[in-house]
Structures are given as structure tokens and as C-alpha cells.
């Protein structure tokens, strides 16, 4: 019995070299992919700290003795980035606030109501994802010129404020809840919202964390219908803002005024990156929870 009972043991010391070497290769592999992400970001942020001759000179050197603030205070001074970074931060909150709320009302229907041509509607919300942005832009633009949005808030936000894949998403989460759960409550007396407040939401909370981190970046990174709705100062966002940046350093001559852009548009783009960064560190755990829920289901 006890040679029989030591083969176990005998195999688990013969993998287990081979089971560390896997892992050690494993966490060598994520860390030169985490380089490979946060070397960039290093260097942005490094660039907004070198002087602009520097930036010319040496890209990829830094030399902390040679930090400077001259890039943000030139930045602040010559760049309107607060109020661009005010005009994103209002397109993200409401535009956002409307996909939190039509899109699992719209998933709602979808999933737990019967109606005429239910399964036609879906499958035409389904089909809009298969058109590009670009194929929308003419539409659009010549919608919002049609109805006096352009330079304007509603031209940032409504447009694409509920897409198909929010939809498509909540629908298919809701769907796996339970119909007796949902029968019971209206033979309870509850109506179609308190079923859905009092049932659904509480089930959705993961999937409603993903949902919100994933469109809260799209929104605040857009750029191609910004760019095209918005012409004017008062109403850019930062994705113009640096894009127009970007397009002046290109444009700029060789010289100290080249270096100087380099560095403004550097600083720029750390401060529009900050908060990106920061909703992610303090939602990522929210953000990988809901993305493995329907995994255990």
C-alpha cells in the first residue's frame, strides 16, 4: 500500500519543476507585455518633463535633473484644455447617463416582453453593427444641419447616445434571469418598471459596471464625430483639442517654437490621459467582474 500511495507523490515531485517553469514563463510573458503597454505612457509623461530641445534631441533619454514644468504652465497658458476637459467631462456624464438608462430598458424589452416583429427589431439593432461610423457621418451631419445642432451639445450627445451593442448586451444578460422570478412579481402586483428595478437591476450590476467603464472611454477618446459635429472653440472636446494640437506641431517649422509645441502637446496629452488612468484603477475591479459574469452562468 505505501509503494502504491507514494506514486502520486512521485509524479507531483516530477511535474512540479515543470509546473513552475510554466508559471515563471507565464509571469515573464505579462510583464514584458505591462512593458510593452506602460512604456509608452512613461515616455509621454517624461516628454511633458524634458525640455523641448530635449524632446528634439534625445526622444528616448530623461534626465531627472533636467525637469522642468515648463511644458504645463506654457501648456495652460496657451492651450484652452480645462475648458475642453470641461466641455468631455459634460458629454461623457449626460451622453453616458442616457446609455445607463435606455440601453437596459431597451435590453428589458427585448428580453422579457412579447410584441410584433420583436425578433425583426433585434435583428435590425444587431445589422447597425455591421455599418461603419464613416458610412453615418453624411447622415448625421446633414441631420443636425437640418435641425440648427451643429456647434452644440445635442450634436455631441445624442447621436449614438444608445448603439447596438449596449442593447444587444443587456438584452442577453437579462435574459438569463429566471421568467418564474419575474411572473411572481407581477402576480405580486409589481408593474413592468418595479419588476425591472427591484429584479433586473440588482442581476445587472456587474454588467452595468462593464458596460458604463467600456462606454465612458469610447465617449471620452471620440473623435471622429466630434471632429466633424463641432467646429468652433466653445464646444471642442479634448480628442479635438489634441488633434489640433497634434496638427500644429506637424505643421510647425523646425526650431525653439517646433520644440516648444512637442512639449506643450506632450503635457496635454498626460493631462487628458490622467483621468482615463484613474477611472480604470478605481473601476477595473467592477470592469472584470461584470465581464466574467456570464461565465458563471
Same mark, same amino acid.
Given at each position: 500500500?505505501?509503494? +502504491? @500511495?507514494?506514486? $502520486? ?7 512540479? !519543476?515543470?509546473?513552475? =517553469? ?13 512593458? =510593452?503597454? *506602460? ?9 511633458? *518633463?524634458?525640455?523641448? %530641445? ?9 534626465? !531627472? ?25 459634460? %458629454? %461623457? ?22 410584441? $410584433? ?34 456647434? #452644440?451639445?445635442?450634436?455631441?450627445? @445624442? ?22 422570478? /419575474?411572473?411572481?412579481?407581477? /402576480? ?13 437591476? &440588482? ?8 458596460? +458604463? %467603464? ?11 464625430? &466630434? /471632429? ?12 479635438? @483639442? @489634441?488633434?489640433? *494640437? ?11 517654437? #517646433? ?28 470592469? /472584470? ?6 461565465? #458563471?452562468?
Amino acid at each position: 500500500m505505501s509503494s +502504491a @500511495l507514494s506514486v $502520486p507523490a512521485i509524479r507531483g515531485r516530477r511535474t512540479e !519543476p515543470a509546473f513552475r =517553469a510554466r508559471r515563471a514563463l507565464g509571469y515573464l510573458a505579462m510583464l514584458l507585455a505591462a512593458a =510593452a503597454f *506602460l512604456y509608452p505612457i512613461y515616455w509621454m509623461v517624461t516628454s511633458s *518633463l524634458k525640455p523641448g %530641445v530635449s524632446i528634439l534631441d534625445d526622444p528616448l533619454g530623461f534626465n !531627472p535633473a533636467q525637469a522642468t514644468l515648463r511644458n504645463w504652465t506654457g501648456m495652460f497658458a496657451n492651450v484652452p484644455i480645462v475648458h475642453a476637459f470641461l466641455n468631455t467631462v459634460i %458629454v %461623457v456624464v449626460v451622453k453616458g447617463g442616457v446609455l445607463m438608462i435606455f440601453s437596459p430598458l431597451a435590453g428589458y424589452g427585448f428580453a422579457k416582453f412579447n410584441f $410584433p416583429f420583436k425578433n425583426f427589431l433585434f435583428g435590425f439593432v444587431l445589422l447597425t453593427l455591421m455599418l461603419p461610423t464613416l458610412v453615418l457621418i453624411v447622415p448625421l451631419l446633414l441631420e443636425m444641419s437640418q435641425i440648427g445642432w451643429i456647434n #452644440s451639445y445635442q450634436a455631441l450627445i @445624442l447621436p449614438g447616445a444608445v448603439d447596438a451593442f449596449s442593447v444587444f448586451w443587456m438584452r442577453q444578460t437579462i435574459e438569463q434571469i429566471p421568467d418564474e422570478l /419575474i411572473d411572481a412579481a407581477r /402576480i405580486d402586483g409589481a408593474g413592468p418598471l418595479r419588476v425591472f428595478r427591484s429584479i433586473c437591476v &440588482p442581476v445587472l450590476r456587474p454588467a452595468l459596471a462593464a458596460l +458604463a %467603464v467600456l462606454s465612458l472611454f469610447n465617449i471620452y477618446n471620440d473623435l471622429v464625430w &466630434p /471632429i466633424v459635429a463641432v467646429n468652433d472653440q466653445r464646444h471642442e472636446t479634448l480628442a479635438i @483639442l @489634441l488633434a489640433g *494640437l497634434t496638427s500644429n506641431v506637424s505643421g510647425a517649422q523646425g526650431g525653439t517654437s #517646433s520644440a516648444d509645441l512637442w512639449g506643450q502637446l506632450m503635457a496635454a496629452c498626460t493631462f487628458a490621459t490622467i483621468p482615463t488612468i484613474l477611472l480604470f484603477v478605481f473601476l477595473q475591479r467592477h470592469f /472584470i467582474r461584470g465581464l466574467l459574469a456570464g461565465s #458563471s452562468r
